[in-house]
């Protein structure tokens, strides 16, 4: 039987190879080469298109429009400070929320779930990465907000106020359940799911044999996690991060549902703010002249903030794989 098959495998290879030809091979390189090229060719028509209409807003405010915080339509004065320290600080705090609890969920899948509770787990965490951006929003708003600002930004508001650093990071002066804090927790949510699911997939390949031995020198679960899967999975951990980062970075919808959408700097993190994307999303269906300008402006900084963002991912990946 496996000597006919062999057999009968040789027979379709050998005829597979008559029928080839040169000319053939060399379409299929040309095809693979288009391919790449294509992407390319759109990255670079969007950036391209991107610096073209922002660059009247960086010839007329130059580096200021990076620093400053005003954006005054009526007067044509804009500054992008506001929408870019709401950007980064959003993200990062899903990071802090979303991180730990991805890596808990992906550990409790491939260590400490039973077998009959694994696929349900699993396919509730795939589901909310396939829910619309516009859905975490309108739950966020209508839902969380008042929530979290009865049960939260009011008593936590009155614990606080008055004392130092705490007092001014955690008082809402308006509690309204919108703000950055809302916001970096819708994120988290959303994030979670791709960072989960790659930690999962990525624990499941660490070869078996690891586990069963640091386990049978005695080890806890802990320890076999702290010191043989982490470890192991280390470099791709970060990756899914670094990918979550990039989702949080540039979320629209939801953002702009549950930040506030205020041009405000404030220390506080329960005070309405504004990201590079929600600002755009809010401003570009009416906006004209100077103002459109601006607001390509702010993509090519998004654009700039993600880029770095991914080489900085790509340097402690390196450092890790040189460790």
């Given at each position: 039987?496996?000597?006919?098959?062999?057999?009968?495998?040789v027979?379709?290879?050998?005829t597979?190879r008559?029928?080839?030809?040169p000319?053939?091979?060399?379409g299929f390189?040309?095809?693979?080469?288009?391919?790449?090229?294509?992407?390319?060719?759109?990255?670079?028509?969007?950036?391209?298109?991107?610096?073209y209409?922002?660059?009247?807003?960086?010839?007329?405010f130059?580096?200021?429009?990076v620093?400053?915080?005003?954006?005054?339509?009526?007067?044509d004065?804009?500054?992008?400070?506001?929408?870019?320290s709401?950007?980064?600080?959003?993200?990062?705090?899903?990071?802090?929320?979303?991180?730990?609890?991805?890596?808990?969920?992906?550990?409790?899948?491939?260590?400490?779930?039973?077998?009959?509770?694994?696929?349900?787990?699993?396919?509730?965490?795939?589901?909310?990465?396939?829910?619309?951006?516009?859905?975490?929003?309108?739950?966020g708003l209508?839902?969380?907000?008042?929530?979290?600002?009865?049960?939260?930004?009011?008593?936590?508001?009155?614990?606080?106020?008055?004392?130092?650093?705490?007092?001014?990071v955690?008082?809402?002066?308006?509690p309204?359940?919108?703000?950055?804090m809302?916001?970096?927790?819708?994120?988290?949510?959303?994030i979670?799911?791709?960072?989960?699911?790659?930690?999962?997939?990525?624990?499941?390949?660490?070869p078996t044999?690891l586990?069963?031995?640091?386990?049978?020198?005695?080890?806890?679960?802990?320890?076999?996690?702290?010191?043989?899967?982490?470890?192991?999975?280390?470099?791709?951990?970060?990756?899914?991060?670094?990918?979550?980062?990039?989702?949080?970075?540039?979320?629209t919808?939801?953002?702009?549902?549950?930040?506030g959408?205020?041009?405000?700097?404030?220390?506080?993190?329960?005070?309405?703010?504004?990201?590079?994307?929600?600002?755009?999303?809010?401003?570009?269906?009416?906006?004209a002249?100077?103002?459109?300008?601006?607001?390509?402006?702010?993509?090519?900084?998004?654009?700039?903030?993600?880029?770095?963002?991914?080489?900085?991912?790509?340097l402690?990946?390196?450092?890790?794989?040189?460790?």
């Amino acid at each position: 039987m496996v000597v006919v098959s062999d057999k009968m495998t040789v027979s379709n290879m050998q005829t597979l190879r008559r029928r080839s030809s040169p000319a053939f091979d060399q379409g299929f390189r040309w095809a693979a080469y288009g391919s790449a090229l294509v992407v390319l060719a759109v990255l670079a028509g969007i950036i391209g298109t991107m610096i073209y209409g922002g660059w009247p807003a960086f010839q007329e405010f130059g580096f200021g429009f990076v620093t400053s915080s005003v954006w005054n339509v009526g007067q044509d004065q804009y500054g992008a400070w506001v929408a870019i320290s709401g950007t980064l600080t959003s993200a990062l705090i899903a990071l802090v929320i979303g991180v730990p609890i991805s890596i808990g969920i992906a550990i409790f899948l491939t260590q400490l779930c039973p077998p009959w509770l694994r696929r349900p787990v699993s396919t509730v965490i795939e589901l909310l990465a396939a829910v619309p951006s516009i859905i975490y929003g309108m739950w966020g708003l209508f839902v969380f907000a008042p929530l979290f600002a009865k049960y939260v930004q009011v008593p936590l508001t009155s614990i606080v106020e008055g004392m130092p650093i705490l007092g001014t990071v955690l008082y809402a002066r308006v509690p309204s359940g919108v703000g950055m804090m809302t916001a970096g927790i819708i994120l988290s949510i959303m994030i979670i799911p791709f960072i989960a699911s790659i930690t999962r997939d990525i624990l499941d390949q660490i070869p078996t044999v690891l586990r069963e031995s640091a386990y049978g020198i005695g080890c806890t679960t802990w320890e076999v996690v702290r010191f043989v899967l982490l470890p192991q999975a280390g470099v791709s951990i970060i990756g899914a991060i670094m990918l979550g980062l990039g989702r949080a970075l540039g979320e629209t919808m939801a953002v702009t549902f549950v930040i506030g959408n205020a041009n405000r700097l404030s220390l506080s993190l329960f005070d309405p703010s504004s990201t590079i994307a929600s600002r755009i999303a809010n401003e570009f269906n009416e906006a004209a002249g100077l103002q459109m300008n601006a607001l390509l402006a702010l993509g090519c900084i998004l654009f700039v903030v993600t880029f770095i963002v991914l080489a900085l991912a790509r340097l402690l990946i390196a450092r890790v794989k040189t460790h």
